[in-house]
T-cell receptor, first 115, second 113 residues
Framework: AQSVTQLGSHVSVSEGALVLLRCNYS??????LFWYVQYPNQGLQLLLK??????LVKGINGFEAEFKKSETSFHLTKPSAHMSDAAEYFC?????????????FGTGTRLLVSP | EAGVAQSPRYKIIEKRQSVAFWCNPI?????LYWYQQILGQGPKLLIQ????????DSQLPKDRFSAERLKGVDSTLKIQPAKLEDSAVYLC???????????FGNGTRLTVT
């Protein structure tokens, strides 16, 4: 079965600093990978997705992620943090089970941004 | 386009009571998912529908949880009887076929006392 591991349940950065949220995956087949963001009391919103095309994926709000097969990683980055980026971030891997997609989530990383 | 609609937003019940959650997916989305998100954890898939058929319910506690998707559109998730450990946010999501991204509703926060 496929899985993802997110290192660090909390990450704190200052406004304007680099954001790096780590995600490693385990998959026996080429994976589809996703990053979702969750603001308080809201559902999950898709930030970006990797679907075996370009290894550097750009998403919304200035975020991007790079797929590295040799490291089985899909880390999320943003060059300069903004206060509005404070939220919970989830990495997910897509299983394709009998032709239907099943999304498996990591445990999440809470991003804290200080002024 | 309208997003995934869920109701109610919040529900507080006592243990051993029953509760039901409702979800209306994005129009045209054939696949519907119910996820359970316990505080501090990532969402865990409970059940997945393709149109009105169940694709995966391997992690659904079938002794107390049930779900249906009549006519392949709206869906209802029921818990009967509820336990303290069922306190969580229940998220509904929908997607087109294949590996298209999931679109999530805002969830229903259930507190069991």
């Amino acid at each position: 079965a496929q899985s993802v591991t997110q290192l660090g349940s909390h990450v704190s950065v200052s406004e304007g600093a680099l954001v790096l949220l780590r995600c490693n995956y385990s998959s026996s087949v080429p994976p589809y990978l996703f990053w979702y963001v969750q603001y308080p009391n809201q559902g999950l919103q898709l930030l970006l997705k990797y679907t075996s095309a370009a290894t550097l994926v750009k998403g919304i709000n200035g975020f991007e992620a790079e797929f590295k097969k040799s490291e089985t990683s899909f880390h999320l980055t943003k060059p300069s943090a903004h206060m509005s980026d404070a939220a919970e971030y989830f990495c997910a891997v897509s299983e394709l089970n009998t032709g239907f997609q099943k999304l498996v989530f990591g445990t999440g990383t809470r991003l804290l941004v200080s002024p | 386009e309208a997003g995934v609609a869920q109701s109610p937003r919040y529900k507080i019940i006592e243990k051993r009571q029953s509760v039901a959650f409702w979800c209306n997916p994005i129009s045209g989305h054939a696949t519907l998912y119910w996820y359970q998100q316990i505080l501090g954890q990532g969402p865990k898939l409970l059940i997945q529908f393709q149109n009105n058929g169940v694709v995966d319910d391997s992690q659904l506690p079938k002794d107390r949880f049930s779900a249906e998707r009549l006519k392949g559109v709206d869906s209802t998730l029921k818990i009967q009887p509820a336990k303290l450990e069922d306190s969580a946010v229940y998220l509904c999501a929908s997607s087109l076929v294949g590996r298209s991204p999931l679109h999530f509703g805002n969830g229903t926060r259930l507190t069991v006392t």
